[in-house]
Each structure stands twice: as C-alpha cells, then as structure tokens.
C-alpha cells in the first residue's frame, strides 16, 4: 500500500535498484515543463481596415528591430497574400471550396471556415510548435459578426492563450469614419462590443491617418476622436441633420453607454511612419506584456519607462528617477524583510 505523496521503488532480479528504475522515479517525481512564453498580436476589423497591410508593415518594421516574426494568415479568404506567410490557413480550408461544397454565401461560408478550424485545432497547435521562439502576427478575417457575437474565433483565442500566447488583440478602424458623426458613433459601439466579447488585452487603432484629409475636415482635433471625450458634441452635429434629429435620443443611449464603460479610445496610425508604428508597437508590448518578458535585453530604464509611460524621459526628473531606485532596491526590500518577524514585547 502506497501512500499519497511516495513513489514505489522497483528493483531487480538480484534485489538492486538499477539505473533505469532509478531514472524512471526522478523523473516521475518531476513537474512537466511549462513551455515558454510565446507572444504575439492578433489583428482584427472591418472589412478593408487594412490588416494585411498592418501585418506586412508590422513584420518589417519589428524585423528591423531584431525581432523574429511569423506572419499567420487566419483568413480562409485571403489570396495573393503580400507578405511570407509561415502559417496559413487555406492549407486547411478554403472559403471558396466552402462556398462552392455547402452552397453557402461569402458570410455564411467564413463562419464555418472558422468553426471548422476551431474544431481542427491540433493542426493549428503542430504549425505553431515549428515556430515556438517567435513573435507571431495572426493576421484574422474581417467579418465584423465573429468579434461580437460568434464564438469561434473567441475560442481559438482562448485556446492559445492555454498554449501560453501572450497576444493582444490590436483592432484596426479606418479613420475616414471620424468625419461622419453618425459612422463615429457605430464604431464605437462596434469597438466596445468587440472588446467585451474577445476577452484579450485590446488596443483599437485609426488606421490610414495619412489619407483622412481625403474625406474632408474633421469637427474636431484629431484627440477628440482618439481619447473619446464628451460624445454631447458629437450629438449635437447630428441633430443638425434632418434624418438623424429623429433618432436623438436613440444616439444620447448609445453615447451614454460608450461613456459608462470608458474602455474605448484609439492610437492614430500611419503605416509608413515610423513614429506612428513605434506609438502603436509600445501600446501593444505594454497590453500583452512583451516589455517585461526575457525575449530581448532590456535595461532598468526601458522597463521603468513602460511602467510609467511610454513616453516619460527619466533624464528629464533626475530627482524623480533617483526617489525611484531608492524605493525600488532599496525600502521596498527593507519593508517586506520586516514584516516577515513578528513582532513580541520585551
């Protein structure tokens, strides 16, 4: 009889515990590896948002950086794809084999392309493990009903974080919607939902800022539309037209919801920009925690700056970094050696 907590020896013929047995044992009373930490975004929105381009973009720039990146195409209705792809998913399904052998539509057959993926997972998880010491842009569909109400891709997510993916959702919407009110206002309702529904660390981006000009003058400063301030302004534009007056208070619902969360705001982006990409790369290291991780050498003054603020210059508050060390390396390590005596009267 074995108790809980004793591993039974196994010896030999001759009444000696062999080398084999002995192995066998170690390595019985050893935990599994947990495997590491593997980080990575994936890239969701409207239909033309431009997420392929955000991906190619972002796979040269972090490339630049040093970073080995993988590109993978999640989207069965992806063709020509404008940058190497290590993974893609029409290895797997197609959506026009879908359409054509289901006689299903363009929306109907990429839900099932998806569903037929997140049944088919272990195939998904044998791409990944050739890639394991990445960073992996998971290049997804843009049908806007998988992010809101359908659970498939949801599922997908949820299953690589258990594979240990460290991944933010980055959530592209083209800012031409910024000059239309009422647009505005749609896509912050689709934002806020696309948030509560994924469950991942979110970063929602205004992609295509160096073409807003084209669709005339915005209402207000472009911050009015990244940090969504008082949405009472933008009411009052569209109780200037004729056709939205009558749905006011539809909108003042709408608007009040958006503002009761306060979960939604956006990083302007720019593709070809590198300051633009650099805003939005450290927005997304920051959410899934790539900052911190043992990916790349970092020093003190890289990772106190992501705690603080991407863009605080501890060069600039000498004094203020100084009381910071102090407290770090040294009170902090004082007061938790103290409090582990108890304290007794003389």
Known sequence: ???????????????????????????????????????????????????TTYCRGMQEFLSHLGRKVVVVNMDPANEGLPYPCAVDISELVTLDDVMEGLKLGPNGGLLYCMEYLEANLDW??????????????????????????????????????????????????????????????????????????????????LSKMDLIEQYGKLAFNLDFYTDVMDLTYLLDHLAADPFFRKFLKLNEKLAGVIQDYGLVSFVPLNVQDRESMTQVLRTVDKANGYCFGNLEERNLQAMMSAAV???FQFTAYPLLTAAILIYVFVIKPVCSTCSTYETKPF
């Open 124 to 205: 998904l998880e044998t791409k990944l493990e050739e890639h394991s010491d990445c960073y992996f842009l998971f290049d997804c569909p843009g049908q806007v009903e998988l992010y809101t109400h359908q659970n498939s891709v949801k599922n997908i997510f949820a299953q690589l974080a258990k594979w240990n993916f460290r991944l933010t959702a980055v959530h592209l919407v083209d800012s031409h919607y910024c000059a239309d009110p009422a647009k505005f206002i749609s896509v912050l309702c689709t934002s806020l939902s696309t948030m509560l529904h994924v469950e991942l660390p979110h970063v929602n981006v």
């Open 309 to 311: 603020g991407a863009d």
């Open 1 to 51: 009889m074995v108790g809980d907590g004793y591993v039974p020896f196994v010896f030999s013929s001759d009444g000696n515990l062999t080398s084999q047995s002995f192995g066998e044992v170690i390595m019985a009373t050893q935990p599994s590896q947990t495997p590491s930490l593997r980080f990575g975004q994936v890239v969701i929105g409207p239909p033309g948002s431009g997420k």
